[in-house]
């Protein structure tokens, strides 16, 4: 596979309550075009709601280490992933990717990916997948259109950054991953982007519309992280 575009897809666009069926068929309809236009993507999907559905569940029930609940949500963006894949069939590689340890040979212009191992959020795997690949950057598609100063949802007065360093962004995100934490981009996969020297672009996933002006090469909202 030619250098991709890795998309870090998170699973709460796919699934915030229920399988949001409008917002696949529109980003089909995204990727699809672009592939027209002789680019490649290579889609990392995540877990969303039916992950924390599960998770919560089996906290009810037992004590469970962390381990085990990320494993639980592995497996829910196996689901997803495979979701996401059978919608773009005819462009798309066959199988789901899961390791990231070795290249697969893939002819097709899209492949989709998921998670792998415990320790983790997929926002990592788009990052080994993107080293593997020998890409540069990592947009990630949420519903968390910028990174900010403060939490939002708590502080009103929140600034949003257009750009801002991955020292920066690791002292406000911390060090820890705590399986179903929701941060713009997981600590653990922040460590490794800053190792690679890759730039992670964070924007609105379910403005697609911007994220085809990130594309074309126009002007887009988001922020940037780099070195």
Known sequence: ??????????????????????????????????????????????????????????????????????????????????????????????????????????????????????GHSTDYDAVMFARLYEADSVINLSDVPFVYDKDPDKFPDAEPFKNLSWESYRKMAGERWDPGKHLPFDPIAAKAAQEYGLKVIIMNGHDLENFENYLTGQKFAGTIISL
């Open 1 to 118: 596979m030619d250098k991709p575009l890795i998309v870090s897809l998170g699973g709460s666009l796919l699934v915030p309550e229920k399988i949001d069926v409008e917002f696949l068929k529109k980003f089909r309809e995204l990727v699809l075009k672009h592939v027209d236009q002789r680019r490649r993507f290579l889609i990392v999907v995540g877990g969303g709601k039916t992950c924390r559905i599960y998770q919560d569940a089996a906290r009810e029930i037992a004590k469970l280490a962390d381990e085990d609940i990320d494993w639980i949500g592995i497996h829910v963006t196996h689901l997803n992933a495979q979701l996401v894949r059978s919608t773009l069939r005819e462009k798309s590689h066959l199988k789901v990717l899961t390791h990231y340890d070795k290249k697969e040979l893939i002819d097709e212009p899209v492949a989709v990916a998921a998670g792998w191992k415990p």
